[in-house]
Protein backbone atom coordinates (compact mmCIF):
# COMPACT_ATOMS: atom_id res chain seq x y z
CA UNK A 1 0.00 0.00 0.00
CA UNK A 2 1.68 3.47 -1.26
CA UNK A 3 1.35 6.03 1.39
CA UNK A 4 2.52 10.15 1.11
CA UNK A 5 4.03 11.27 3.68
CA UNK A 6 3.58 15.31 3.87
CA UNK A 7 6.18 17.70 5.88
CA UNK A 8 6.94 21.15 5.86
CA UNK A 9 4.09 22.92 7.31
CA UNK A 10 4.13 25.06 9.92
CA UNK A 11 3.18 28.92 11.11
CA UNK A 12 4.72 31.25 9.12
CA UNK A 13 4.29 35.73 9.86
CA UNK A 14 2.62 37.14 6.32
CA UNK A 15 5.01 37.59 3.81
CA UNK A 16 6.85 34.42 5.41
CA UNK A 17 8.25 31.39 3.41
CA UNK A 18 7.36 27.71 3.19
CA UNK A 19 8.28 24.67 1.30
CA UNK A 20 5.75 21.50 1.46
CA UNK A 21 6.94 18.11 0.21
CA UNK A 22 5.29 14.87 -0.09
CA UNK A 23 7.07 11.70 -0.35
CA UNK A 24 5.67 8.45 -1.84
CA UNK A 25 6.93 5.46 0.82
CA UNK A 26 7.47 3.47 -2.70
CA UNK A 27 7.29 4.05 -6.18
CA UNK A 28 4.30 5.07 -8.25
CA UNK A 29 3.61 3.77 -11.56
CA UNK A 30 1.77 5.46 -14.26
CA UNK A 31 1.68 8.81 -12.38
CA UNK A 32 -0.43 11.27 -14.44
CA UNK A 33 -0.05 14.15 -12.24
CA UNK A 34 1.07 15.19 -9.29
CA UNK A 35 -0.26 18.14 -6.89
CA UNK A 36 -1.73 19.53 -3.91
CA UNK A 37 -4.84 20.85 -2.70
CA UNK A 38 -5.89 23.13 0.47
CA UNK A 39 -8.68 23.08 2.65
CA UNK A 40 -9.42 26.06 5.09
CA UNK A 41 -12.07 25.76 8.20
CA UNK A 42 -15.71 26.11 6.62
CA UNK A 43 -14.30 26.08 3.10
CA UNK A 44 -14.09 23.87 0.30
CA UNK A 45 -10.76 21.96 -0.73
CA UNK A 46 -9.74 23.75 -3.97
CA UNK A 47 -6.92 22.56 -5.86
CA UNK A 48 -3.55 25.11 -5.10
CA UNK A 49 -1.34 23.56 -7.81
CA UNK A 50 -0.86 20.13 -10.05
CA UNK A 51 1.94 19.33 -12.46
CA UNK A 52 1.98 16.27 -14.87
CA UNK A 53 4.27 13.67 -16.05
CA UNK A 54 5.37 15.91 -18.86
CA UNK A 55 5.61 19.14 -16.36
CA UNK A 56 2.77 20.68 -17.37
CA UNK A 57 2.09 22.83 -14.10
CA UNK A 58 -1.40 24.41 -12.93
CA UNK A 59 -2.17 26.81 -10.63
CA UNK A 60 -4.96 28.44 -8.42
CA UNK A 61 -5.05 32.16 -9.19
CA UNK A 62 -5.08 33.23 -6.23
CA UNK A 63 -0.97 31.58 -5.90
CA UNK A 64 0.16 32.14 -8.96
CA UNK A 65 3.50 34.25 -8.62
CA UNK A 66 3.82 33.33 -5.17
CA UNK A 67 3.87 29.28 -5.28
CA UNK A 68 5.51 26.93 -7.47
CA UNK A 69 5.30 23.43 -7.92
CA UNK A 70 7.70 20.69 -8.14
CA UNK A 71 8.44 17.20 -8.40
CA UNK A 72 11.55 14.38 -8.43
CA UNK A 73 10.79 11.51 -10.28
CA UNK A 74 13.84 9.20 -8.62
CA UNK A 75 12.89 10.36 -5.18
CA UNK A 76 8.81 10.22 -5.75
CA UNK A 77 8.25 13.42 -4.11
CA UNK A 78 6.36 16.59 -4.98
CA UNK A 79 7.45 20.00 -3.74
CA UNK A 80 5.50 23.11 -2.71
CA UNK A 81 7.40 26.41 -2.52
CA UNK A 82 5.14 28.92 -0.72
CA UNK A 83 6.45 32.30 -0.90
CA UNK A 84 4.63 35.59 -0.16
CA UNK A 85 3.35 33.99 1.86
CA UNK A 86 -0.76 35.74 3.16
CA UNK A 87 -3.09 35.22 6.34
CA UNK A 88 -5.50 33.69 3.68
CA UNK A 89 -3.12 30.84 2.37
CA UNK A 90 -3.87 29.38 6.31
CA UNK A 91 -5.17 25.71 5.72
CA UNK A 92 -4.87 22.60 5.62
CA UNK A 93 -3.08 21.39 2.73
CA UNK A 94 -3.38 17.71 0.73
CA UNK A 95 -0.89 15.78 -1.83
CA UNK A 96 -1.90 13.41 -4.15
CA UNK A 97 -0.79 11.76 -6.70
CA UNK A 98 -3.20 10.38 -9.85
CA UNK A 99 -2.76 7.49 -11.38
CA UNK A 100 -4.26 5.65 -14.14
CA UNK A 101 -6.16 3.46 -11.65
CA UNK A 102 -6.38 5.63 -8.69
CA UNK A 103 -5.70 8.67 -7.00
CA UNK A 104 -3.60 8.78 -3.74
CA UNK A 105 -3.57 10.81 -0.71
CA UNK A 106 -1.75 12.52 1.83
CA UNK A 107 -2.75 13.10 5.63
CA UNK A 108 -2.34 16.16 5.22
CA UNK A 109 -0.14 19.24 6.37
CA UNK A 110 -1.14 22.41 8.65
CA UNK A 111 -0.32 25.83 7.44
CA UNK A 112 -1.08 29.00 9.04
CA UNK A 113 -0.03 32.39 8.58
CA UNK A 114 -0.34 35.27 11.41
CA UNK A 115 1.51 37.80 12.66
Known amino acids: QVQLVESGGGLVQPGGSLRLSCAAS????????MGWYRQAPGNQRELVAS???????NYADSVKGRFTISRDNYKNTVYLQMNSLKPEDTADYYC?????????WGQGTQVAVSS
Open 96 to 104: YVRTVQRTY
Open 26 to 33: RNIYSINT
Open 51 to 57: ITSGDST
